[in-house]
């Protein structure tokens, strides 16, 4: 007799799975080339921890305010599809860049064009989970999308650790082969999702309009505040692969702590999610916070690789813990016309709070050392916890 947990499984809708797959292949191709990219820049560009952190910081930050254009869009267009498969398109292109980078600029001009793609597609695909999911499994979709997702962004480090391993540190031979998946990715999309109708028919209003904007509400911008607060907390995972370089292990298996981390975060994210469905969002995000600030305890407190081993566990499980939660609180706060331009606004935030956090993360980082950095962190998370107990009432 299938179990509870199964059935659940079963009934998520199939668009839900095929996002999920398409994400996964994704990962693959860009966590191939991020989880060496650091590596690649100290080592063999000679740039230095503040440059990966702007670098980082710029990246990141800039697909998360681009989402804010293609949420706006796909609400007013009412279709989703075609901005997503542009946004996979645009990731899948920009991988040849990283092979034929030789300066800082060509890597910060691969990393923004991948990021760029990243925005277009992030926001459209959110308001895609929510409009294809019944309410009241919608914490186990985006929990099960995230699992796929982060499925990949293990077996791409592990990828790239083999093939470093096999082609003796060859970072550009590994960056060619991230092309593949991405490809791949690409052609899932374009031929496995149906895209439902559009409920409303004839002209749309602005989405951004003042009038639009006040029915998002109190408790959706609480969302945005506590998500902003959050990002400050959690600077680039780049940051976590340099602090593994200190701890004396092989140059080729310092992405292995992406891979432990990334496996602990697609481990958790489903049943989190399943979680979130049956319990209070602003408690389990404070139980997520709490992780967090504890893993910035203790990859502050040593580099041995028992005790970084530790804090990248602890990461792994606060990602699995709050990142389709913060999803799914912005679905459950915002009106079903306005899902992708609520996820834009919300992503806004995020990216503004990721520049400043990793700009910030590398400068303690030279300034002042790695374990400043992460004292910093938690610090911050501490903050965030203090954003949770002025919530408005709402679920």
């Known amino acids: 007799m299938p179990t509870p947990s199964f059935r659940l499984l079963r009934q998520i809708p199939k668009g839900v799975w095929v996002l999920g797959f398409v994400s996964m292949l994704m990962d693959i191709s860009s966590e191939m080339i991020h989880s060496l990219l650091p590596l690649f820049m100290v080592t063999v560009l000679g740039t230095s921890a503040f440059t990966v952190g702007l670098i980082e910081g710029l990246a990141e930050s800039t697909a998360l305010i681009v989402k804010v254009f293609s949420g706006v869009l796909s609400d007013y267009l009412g279709r989703r599809k075609r901005l997503a498969v542009c946004g996979y398109a645009l990731g899948a292109l920009s991988k040849p860049l990283f092979a034929l980078a030789g300066s800082a600029g060509l890597v910060l001009t691969a990393r923004l064009i991948d990021r760029v793609g990243k925005g277009i597609r992030g926001a459209p695909r959110d308001a895609l989970v929510a409009d294809i999911t019944p309410s009241h499994m919608r914490g186990a979709a985006f929990g099960l999308r995230q699992s796929l997702d982060t499925v990949g962004a293990f077996l791409g480090p592990l990828l790239g650790v083999g093939l470093m391993l096999l082609w003796a540190n060859d970072f550009r031979a590994v960056f060619w082969v991230a092309l593949v998946p991405g490809l791949l990715a690409v ?162 935030l995020s990216g503004l709070a990721m520049l400043l956090a990793s700009g910030l993360a590398g400068w303690l980082w030279d300034r002042l050392g790695p374990a400043f950095t992460f004292y910093a962190g938690a610090a911050i998370c501490a903050l965030a916890l203090l954003c949770l107990t002025v919530k408005p009432r709402h679920h």
């Open 187 to 348: 052609a899932l999309l374009v031929l496995g999702i149906r895209e439902p109708e559009a409920e409303h028919k004839g002209p749309r209003s602005n989405p951004i309009s003042r009038r639009n904007l006040k029915r998002l509400g109190r408790t959706y911008w609480w969302t945005v505040l506590v998500g902003g607060v959050f990002t400050l907390a959690r600077f680039s995972e780049a940051f976590l692969v340099l602090r593994a370089q200190q701890s004396g292990v092989a140059l080729a298996l310092v992405p292995l702590v992406m891979v432990a981390m990334n496996l602990l975060y697609a481990g958790s994210a489903y049943p989190f999610g399943k979680l979130s469905d049956r319990m209070r969002h602003s408690t389990l995000l404070f139980a997520g916070l709490v992780v967090l600030a504890a893993a910035d305890l203790v990859l502050a407190s040593s580099t041995h690789w028992t005790t970084l081993l530790g804090g990248i566990a602890l990461w792994g499980i606060h990602m699995g813990m709050t990142q389709g939660l913060l999803a799914t609180m912005v679905a459950d706060t915002a009106p079903k016309d306005l899902r992708g331009t609520a996820y834009g606004f919300f992503n806004l």
